[in-house]
Antibody
Framework: QVHLVESGGGLVKPGGSLRLSCAAS????????MSWIRQAPGKGPEFLSY????????YYADSVKGRFTISRDNAKNSLYLQMSSLRVDDTAIFYC????????????WGQGTLVTVSS | QTVVTQEPSLTVSPGGTVTLTCASS?????????PSWFQQKPGQSPRSLIY???FLHSWTPARFSGSLLGGKAALTLSAVQSDDEADYYC?????????FGGGTRLTVL
């Protein structure tokens, strides 16, 4: 079955950088759009970014545009999120999620990785 | 800035029926917004229940249904069980962007 495992979260100072990874298994990774979604403590999810299988269709929410970069390595079945210029309000659980076929966004989610931005 | 609005909280009795709605600041929600619905329980990742307005995943109990109702997306839970107590989020598509609603906390009491 589909399995997504995020890693790379941790504590970082404001202005710092962090790279998140998501290891995918159980499906043909290159066939699917993938996304990053975050959820701040006590808040609802926020859709941040998606990338298609060929990495030529990429979207960023305004809140992260210019600071975050999504990428993927289909040979390694891995999705990445490079985050820079981090702010305190970027503190959240970051989830990797698959965009399923037939307009089914988030049909599978990872367990999330916590990013804390604090001095 | 696009805003997706849901009822902040709803309460339903066990065995009852409840409808959660999802409205868009841009106007009526149609099939072009490809509404999805997610359930999230404490300490867990969100789980997709409904996609493309009315389609259930294989794991979604049949007591959940999705529709478009009065210019909004709607999620109806029938024969509600205590296990349905959770936060529910809708997600709408806006020409390349996906936007979550603020969520509805459903209490079964």
């Amino acid at each position: 079955q589909v399995h997504l495992v995020e890693s790379g979260g941790g504590l970082v100072k404001p202005g710092g950088s962090l790279r998140l990874s998501c290891a995918a298994s159980g499906f043909t990774f290159s066939d699917f759009f993938m996304s990053w979604i975050r959820q701040a403590p006590g808040k609802g999810p926020e859709f941040l970014s998606y990338i298609n299988g060929r990495s030529n269709d990429i979207y960023y929410a305004d809140s992260v545009k210019g600071r975050f970069t999504i990428s993927r390595d289909n040979a390694k079945n891995s999705l990445y999120l490079q985050m820079s210029s981090l702010r305190v309000d970027d503190t959240a659980i970051f989830y990797c999620a698959r965009l399923g076929n037939g307009w089914s966004p988030g049909d599978s989610w990872g367990q999330g990785t916590l990013v804390t931005v604090s001095s | 800035q696009t805003v997706v609005t849901q009822e902040p909280s709803l309460t339903v009795s066990p065995g009852g029926t409840v409808t959660l709605t999802c409205a868009s600041s841009t106007g009526a929600v149609t099939g072009d917004y490809h509404p999805s619905w997610f359930q999230q329980k404490p300490g867990q990742s969100p789980r997709s229940l409904i996609y493309n307005a009315r389609f259930l995943h294989s794991w979604t109990p049949a007591r959940f249904s999705g529709s478009l109702l009065g210019g909004k997306a709607a999620l109806t839970l029938s024969a509600v069980q205590s296990d349905d107590e959770a936060d529910y989020y809708c997600l709408l598509f806006y020409s390349g962007a996906w936007v979550f609603g603020g969520g509805t906390r459903l209490t079964v009491l």
